[in-house]
């Protein structure tokens, strides 16, 4: 089974890897394309050194297609960035938390395959008239930095992908099979994963994260900064409840967060986390993940298709 994802990006399995700050880095990217999916190395740490040390270890890593999110916000120097995603021959990237006529159009000259996240049909129609050649459409139910006044995946996808020919990466409450074939089912070509990358075997944050996303349910998340900026989709720690319920700004506290990531306190900083992370019941190694989700999505659509011919479906 193919799919305009596969075939534009040159990979096997139409699964994206989202690009996670400080996460999104060689060695869970590098898991992700090698096991036939597209690893995303990120950007929006804002540590670029670093960063370029990632995508030059993802040669070592992978012989596989790997992209670059371009997260504008958090880059200090934008055209040094776009420069050396250039000399190092990057042909897939990711645009978000900025305007897309900004960066599309000139990606675009420069022969690289750009698609930009949105998470409003307003933002859809911006990153159109920019020239991007895809779009990520990202629902509010999704992990990290998200726009509070935006609408779910279930909405989202098919409003867009009714307006729009191009290309849809559908994000947000993507975990397994089904939620998969859902999205395709929507009129996306492809899926993207966060929570379920975080709770990954190669995911390098400390486990006490990933046995919270594991042991946590759907209700276990609260968006701080809800009318401040950025607006965040966090794990329900004490901390964070009682941000989201005083509606105080939550700033974010580099140290404290890497107390969280590395460190294990969950009290510490925020721990971006989806809805869906109430669908996790393990720590599994990416191309299991990758691979089962693929199997079981392509058997959701063939037995739907073949119960829709007998017209058996039924609720």
């Not at 504008?72 to 250039?86: A, E, K, N, S, W």
């Not at 140290?255 to 720590?283: K, L």
Request: charge should be negative.
């Amino acid at each position: 089974m193919k799919t305009r994802i596969t075939e534009m990006l040159g990979v096997e399995i139409p699964i994206v890897q989202a690009p996670m700050g400080w996460i999104a880095r060689s060695p869970l990217a590098s898991a992700v394309s090698n096991a036939g999916g597209l690893g995303i190395i990120e950007t929006s740490s804002g540590d670029l050194d670093t960063i370029k040390g990632e995508i030059a270890a993802m040669r070592t890593l992978t012989d596989k297609p790997f992209g670059v999110n371009l997260a504008q916000m958090f880059i200090r120097d934008l055209p040094g960035m776009v420069d050396f995603v250039t000399q190092n021959e990057i042909s897939f990237v990711t645009t978000s938390a900025g305007d897309p006529s900004a960066l599309a159009p000139q990606l675009k000259d420069l022969g690289i395959t750009v698609f930009h996240v949105v998470p409003t049909l307003r933002g859809a129609e911006k990153a159109i008239a920019a020239g991007v050649d895809g779009l990520v459409v990202e629902g509010a139910e999704g992990g990290g930095f998200k726009n509070a006044d935006g609408a779910s995946t279930l909405v989202l996808v098919p409003e867009i992908a009714k307006r729009f020919d191009v290309p849809i990466i559908a994000a947000g409450g993507i975990v397994d099979g089904p939620s998969m074939a859902a999205a395709l089912a929507m009129g996306a070509d492809g899926v993207q994963m966060g929570t379920r990358m975080v709770a990954s075997a190669e995911s390098p944050i400390h486990d006490n994260w990933k046995q919270a996303i594991v042991n946590g349910s759907e209700a276990d998340t609260v968006m701080v900064n809800r009318h401040h900026r950025p607006a965040m989709r966090v794990f329900a720690s004490d901390k964070a409840k009682a941000l989201e319920a005083a509606n105080e700004p939550a700033a974010l506290d580099i140290d404290a967060m890497m107390g969280t990531y590395f460190g294990g306190d969950m009290e510490s900083g925020f721990a971006m986390s989806g809805q869906v992370q109430g669908r996790i019941d393990a720590v599994r190694p990416v191309a299991d993940v990758l691979r089962e989700a693929w199997d079981d999505c392509q058997s959701v659509l063939r037995t739907l298709g073949a119960a829709a011919a007998e017209g058996s479906i039924s609720a």
